[in-house]
């Protein structure tokens, strides 16, 4: 059974930084690409990054290109997204994605 669980979410004043985790279980992990998507209030779902499988490039949206950074550790079977600047606009759940299975995601608000 696929398992995808995010955590480090939070409350942060805008310019600050948080670093997301989603712990995974239950595939191949090592060999797979995993995506965050978020989503803000008022808005669907979008795309943020992909961290790309060992050897593949890590993609990211335009909103938040030099901003975010997705990494992996493979042992421990857990992507990171370390979200650096943080704008208002970062504000939303953000889900940890592998296929079509979604974790429950994880709540980041930015305020002053």
């Known amino acids: 059974q696929v398992q995808l669980e995010e955590s480090g979410g939070g409350l942060v004043q805008p310019g600050e930084s948080l670093r997301l985790s989603c712990a995974t279980s239950?595939?191949?992990?090592?060999?797979?690409?995993i995506a965050w998507y978020r989503q803000r209030p008022g808005k669907q779902r979008e795309f943020v990054a992909r961290?790309?499988?060992?050897?593949?490039?890590?993609t990211y949206s335009n909103s938040v290109k030099g901003r975010f950074a997705g990494s992996r550790d493979d042992a421990k079977k857990i992507v990171y997204l370390q979200m650096n600047s943080l704008k208002p606009e970062d504000t939303g759940a953000y889900y940890c994605?592998?296929?079509?299975?979604w974790g429950q995601g994880t709540q980041v608000t930015v305020s002053s």
């Open positions: 239950g595939f191949d992990f090592s060999i797979y690409s």
């Open positions: 994605v592998w296929g079509n299975d």
């Open positions: 961290i790309g499988s060992p050897g593949t490039a890590t």
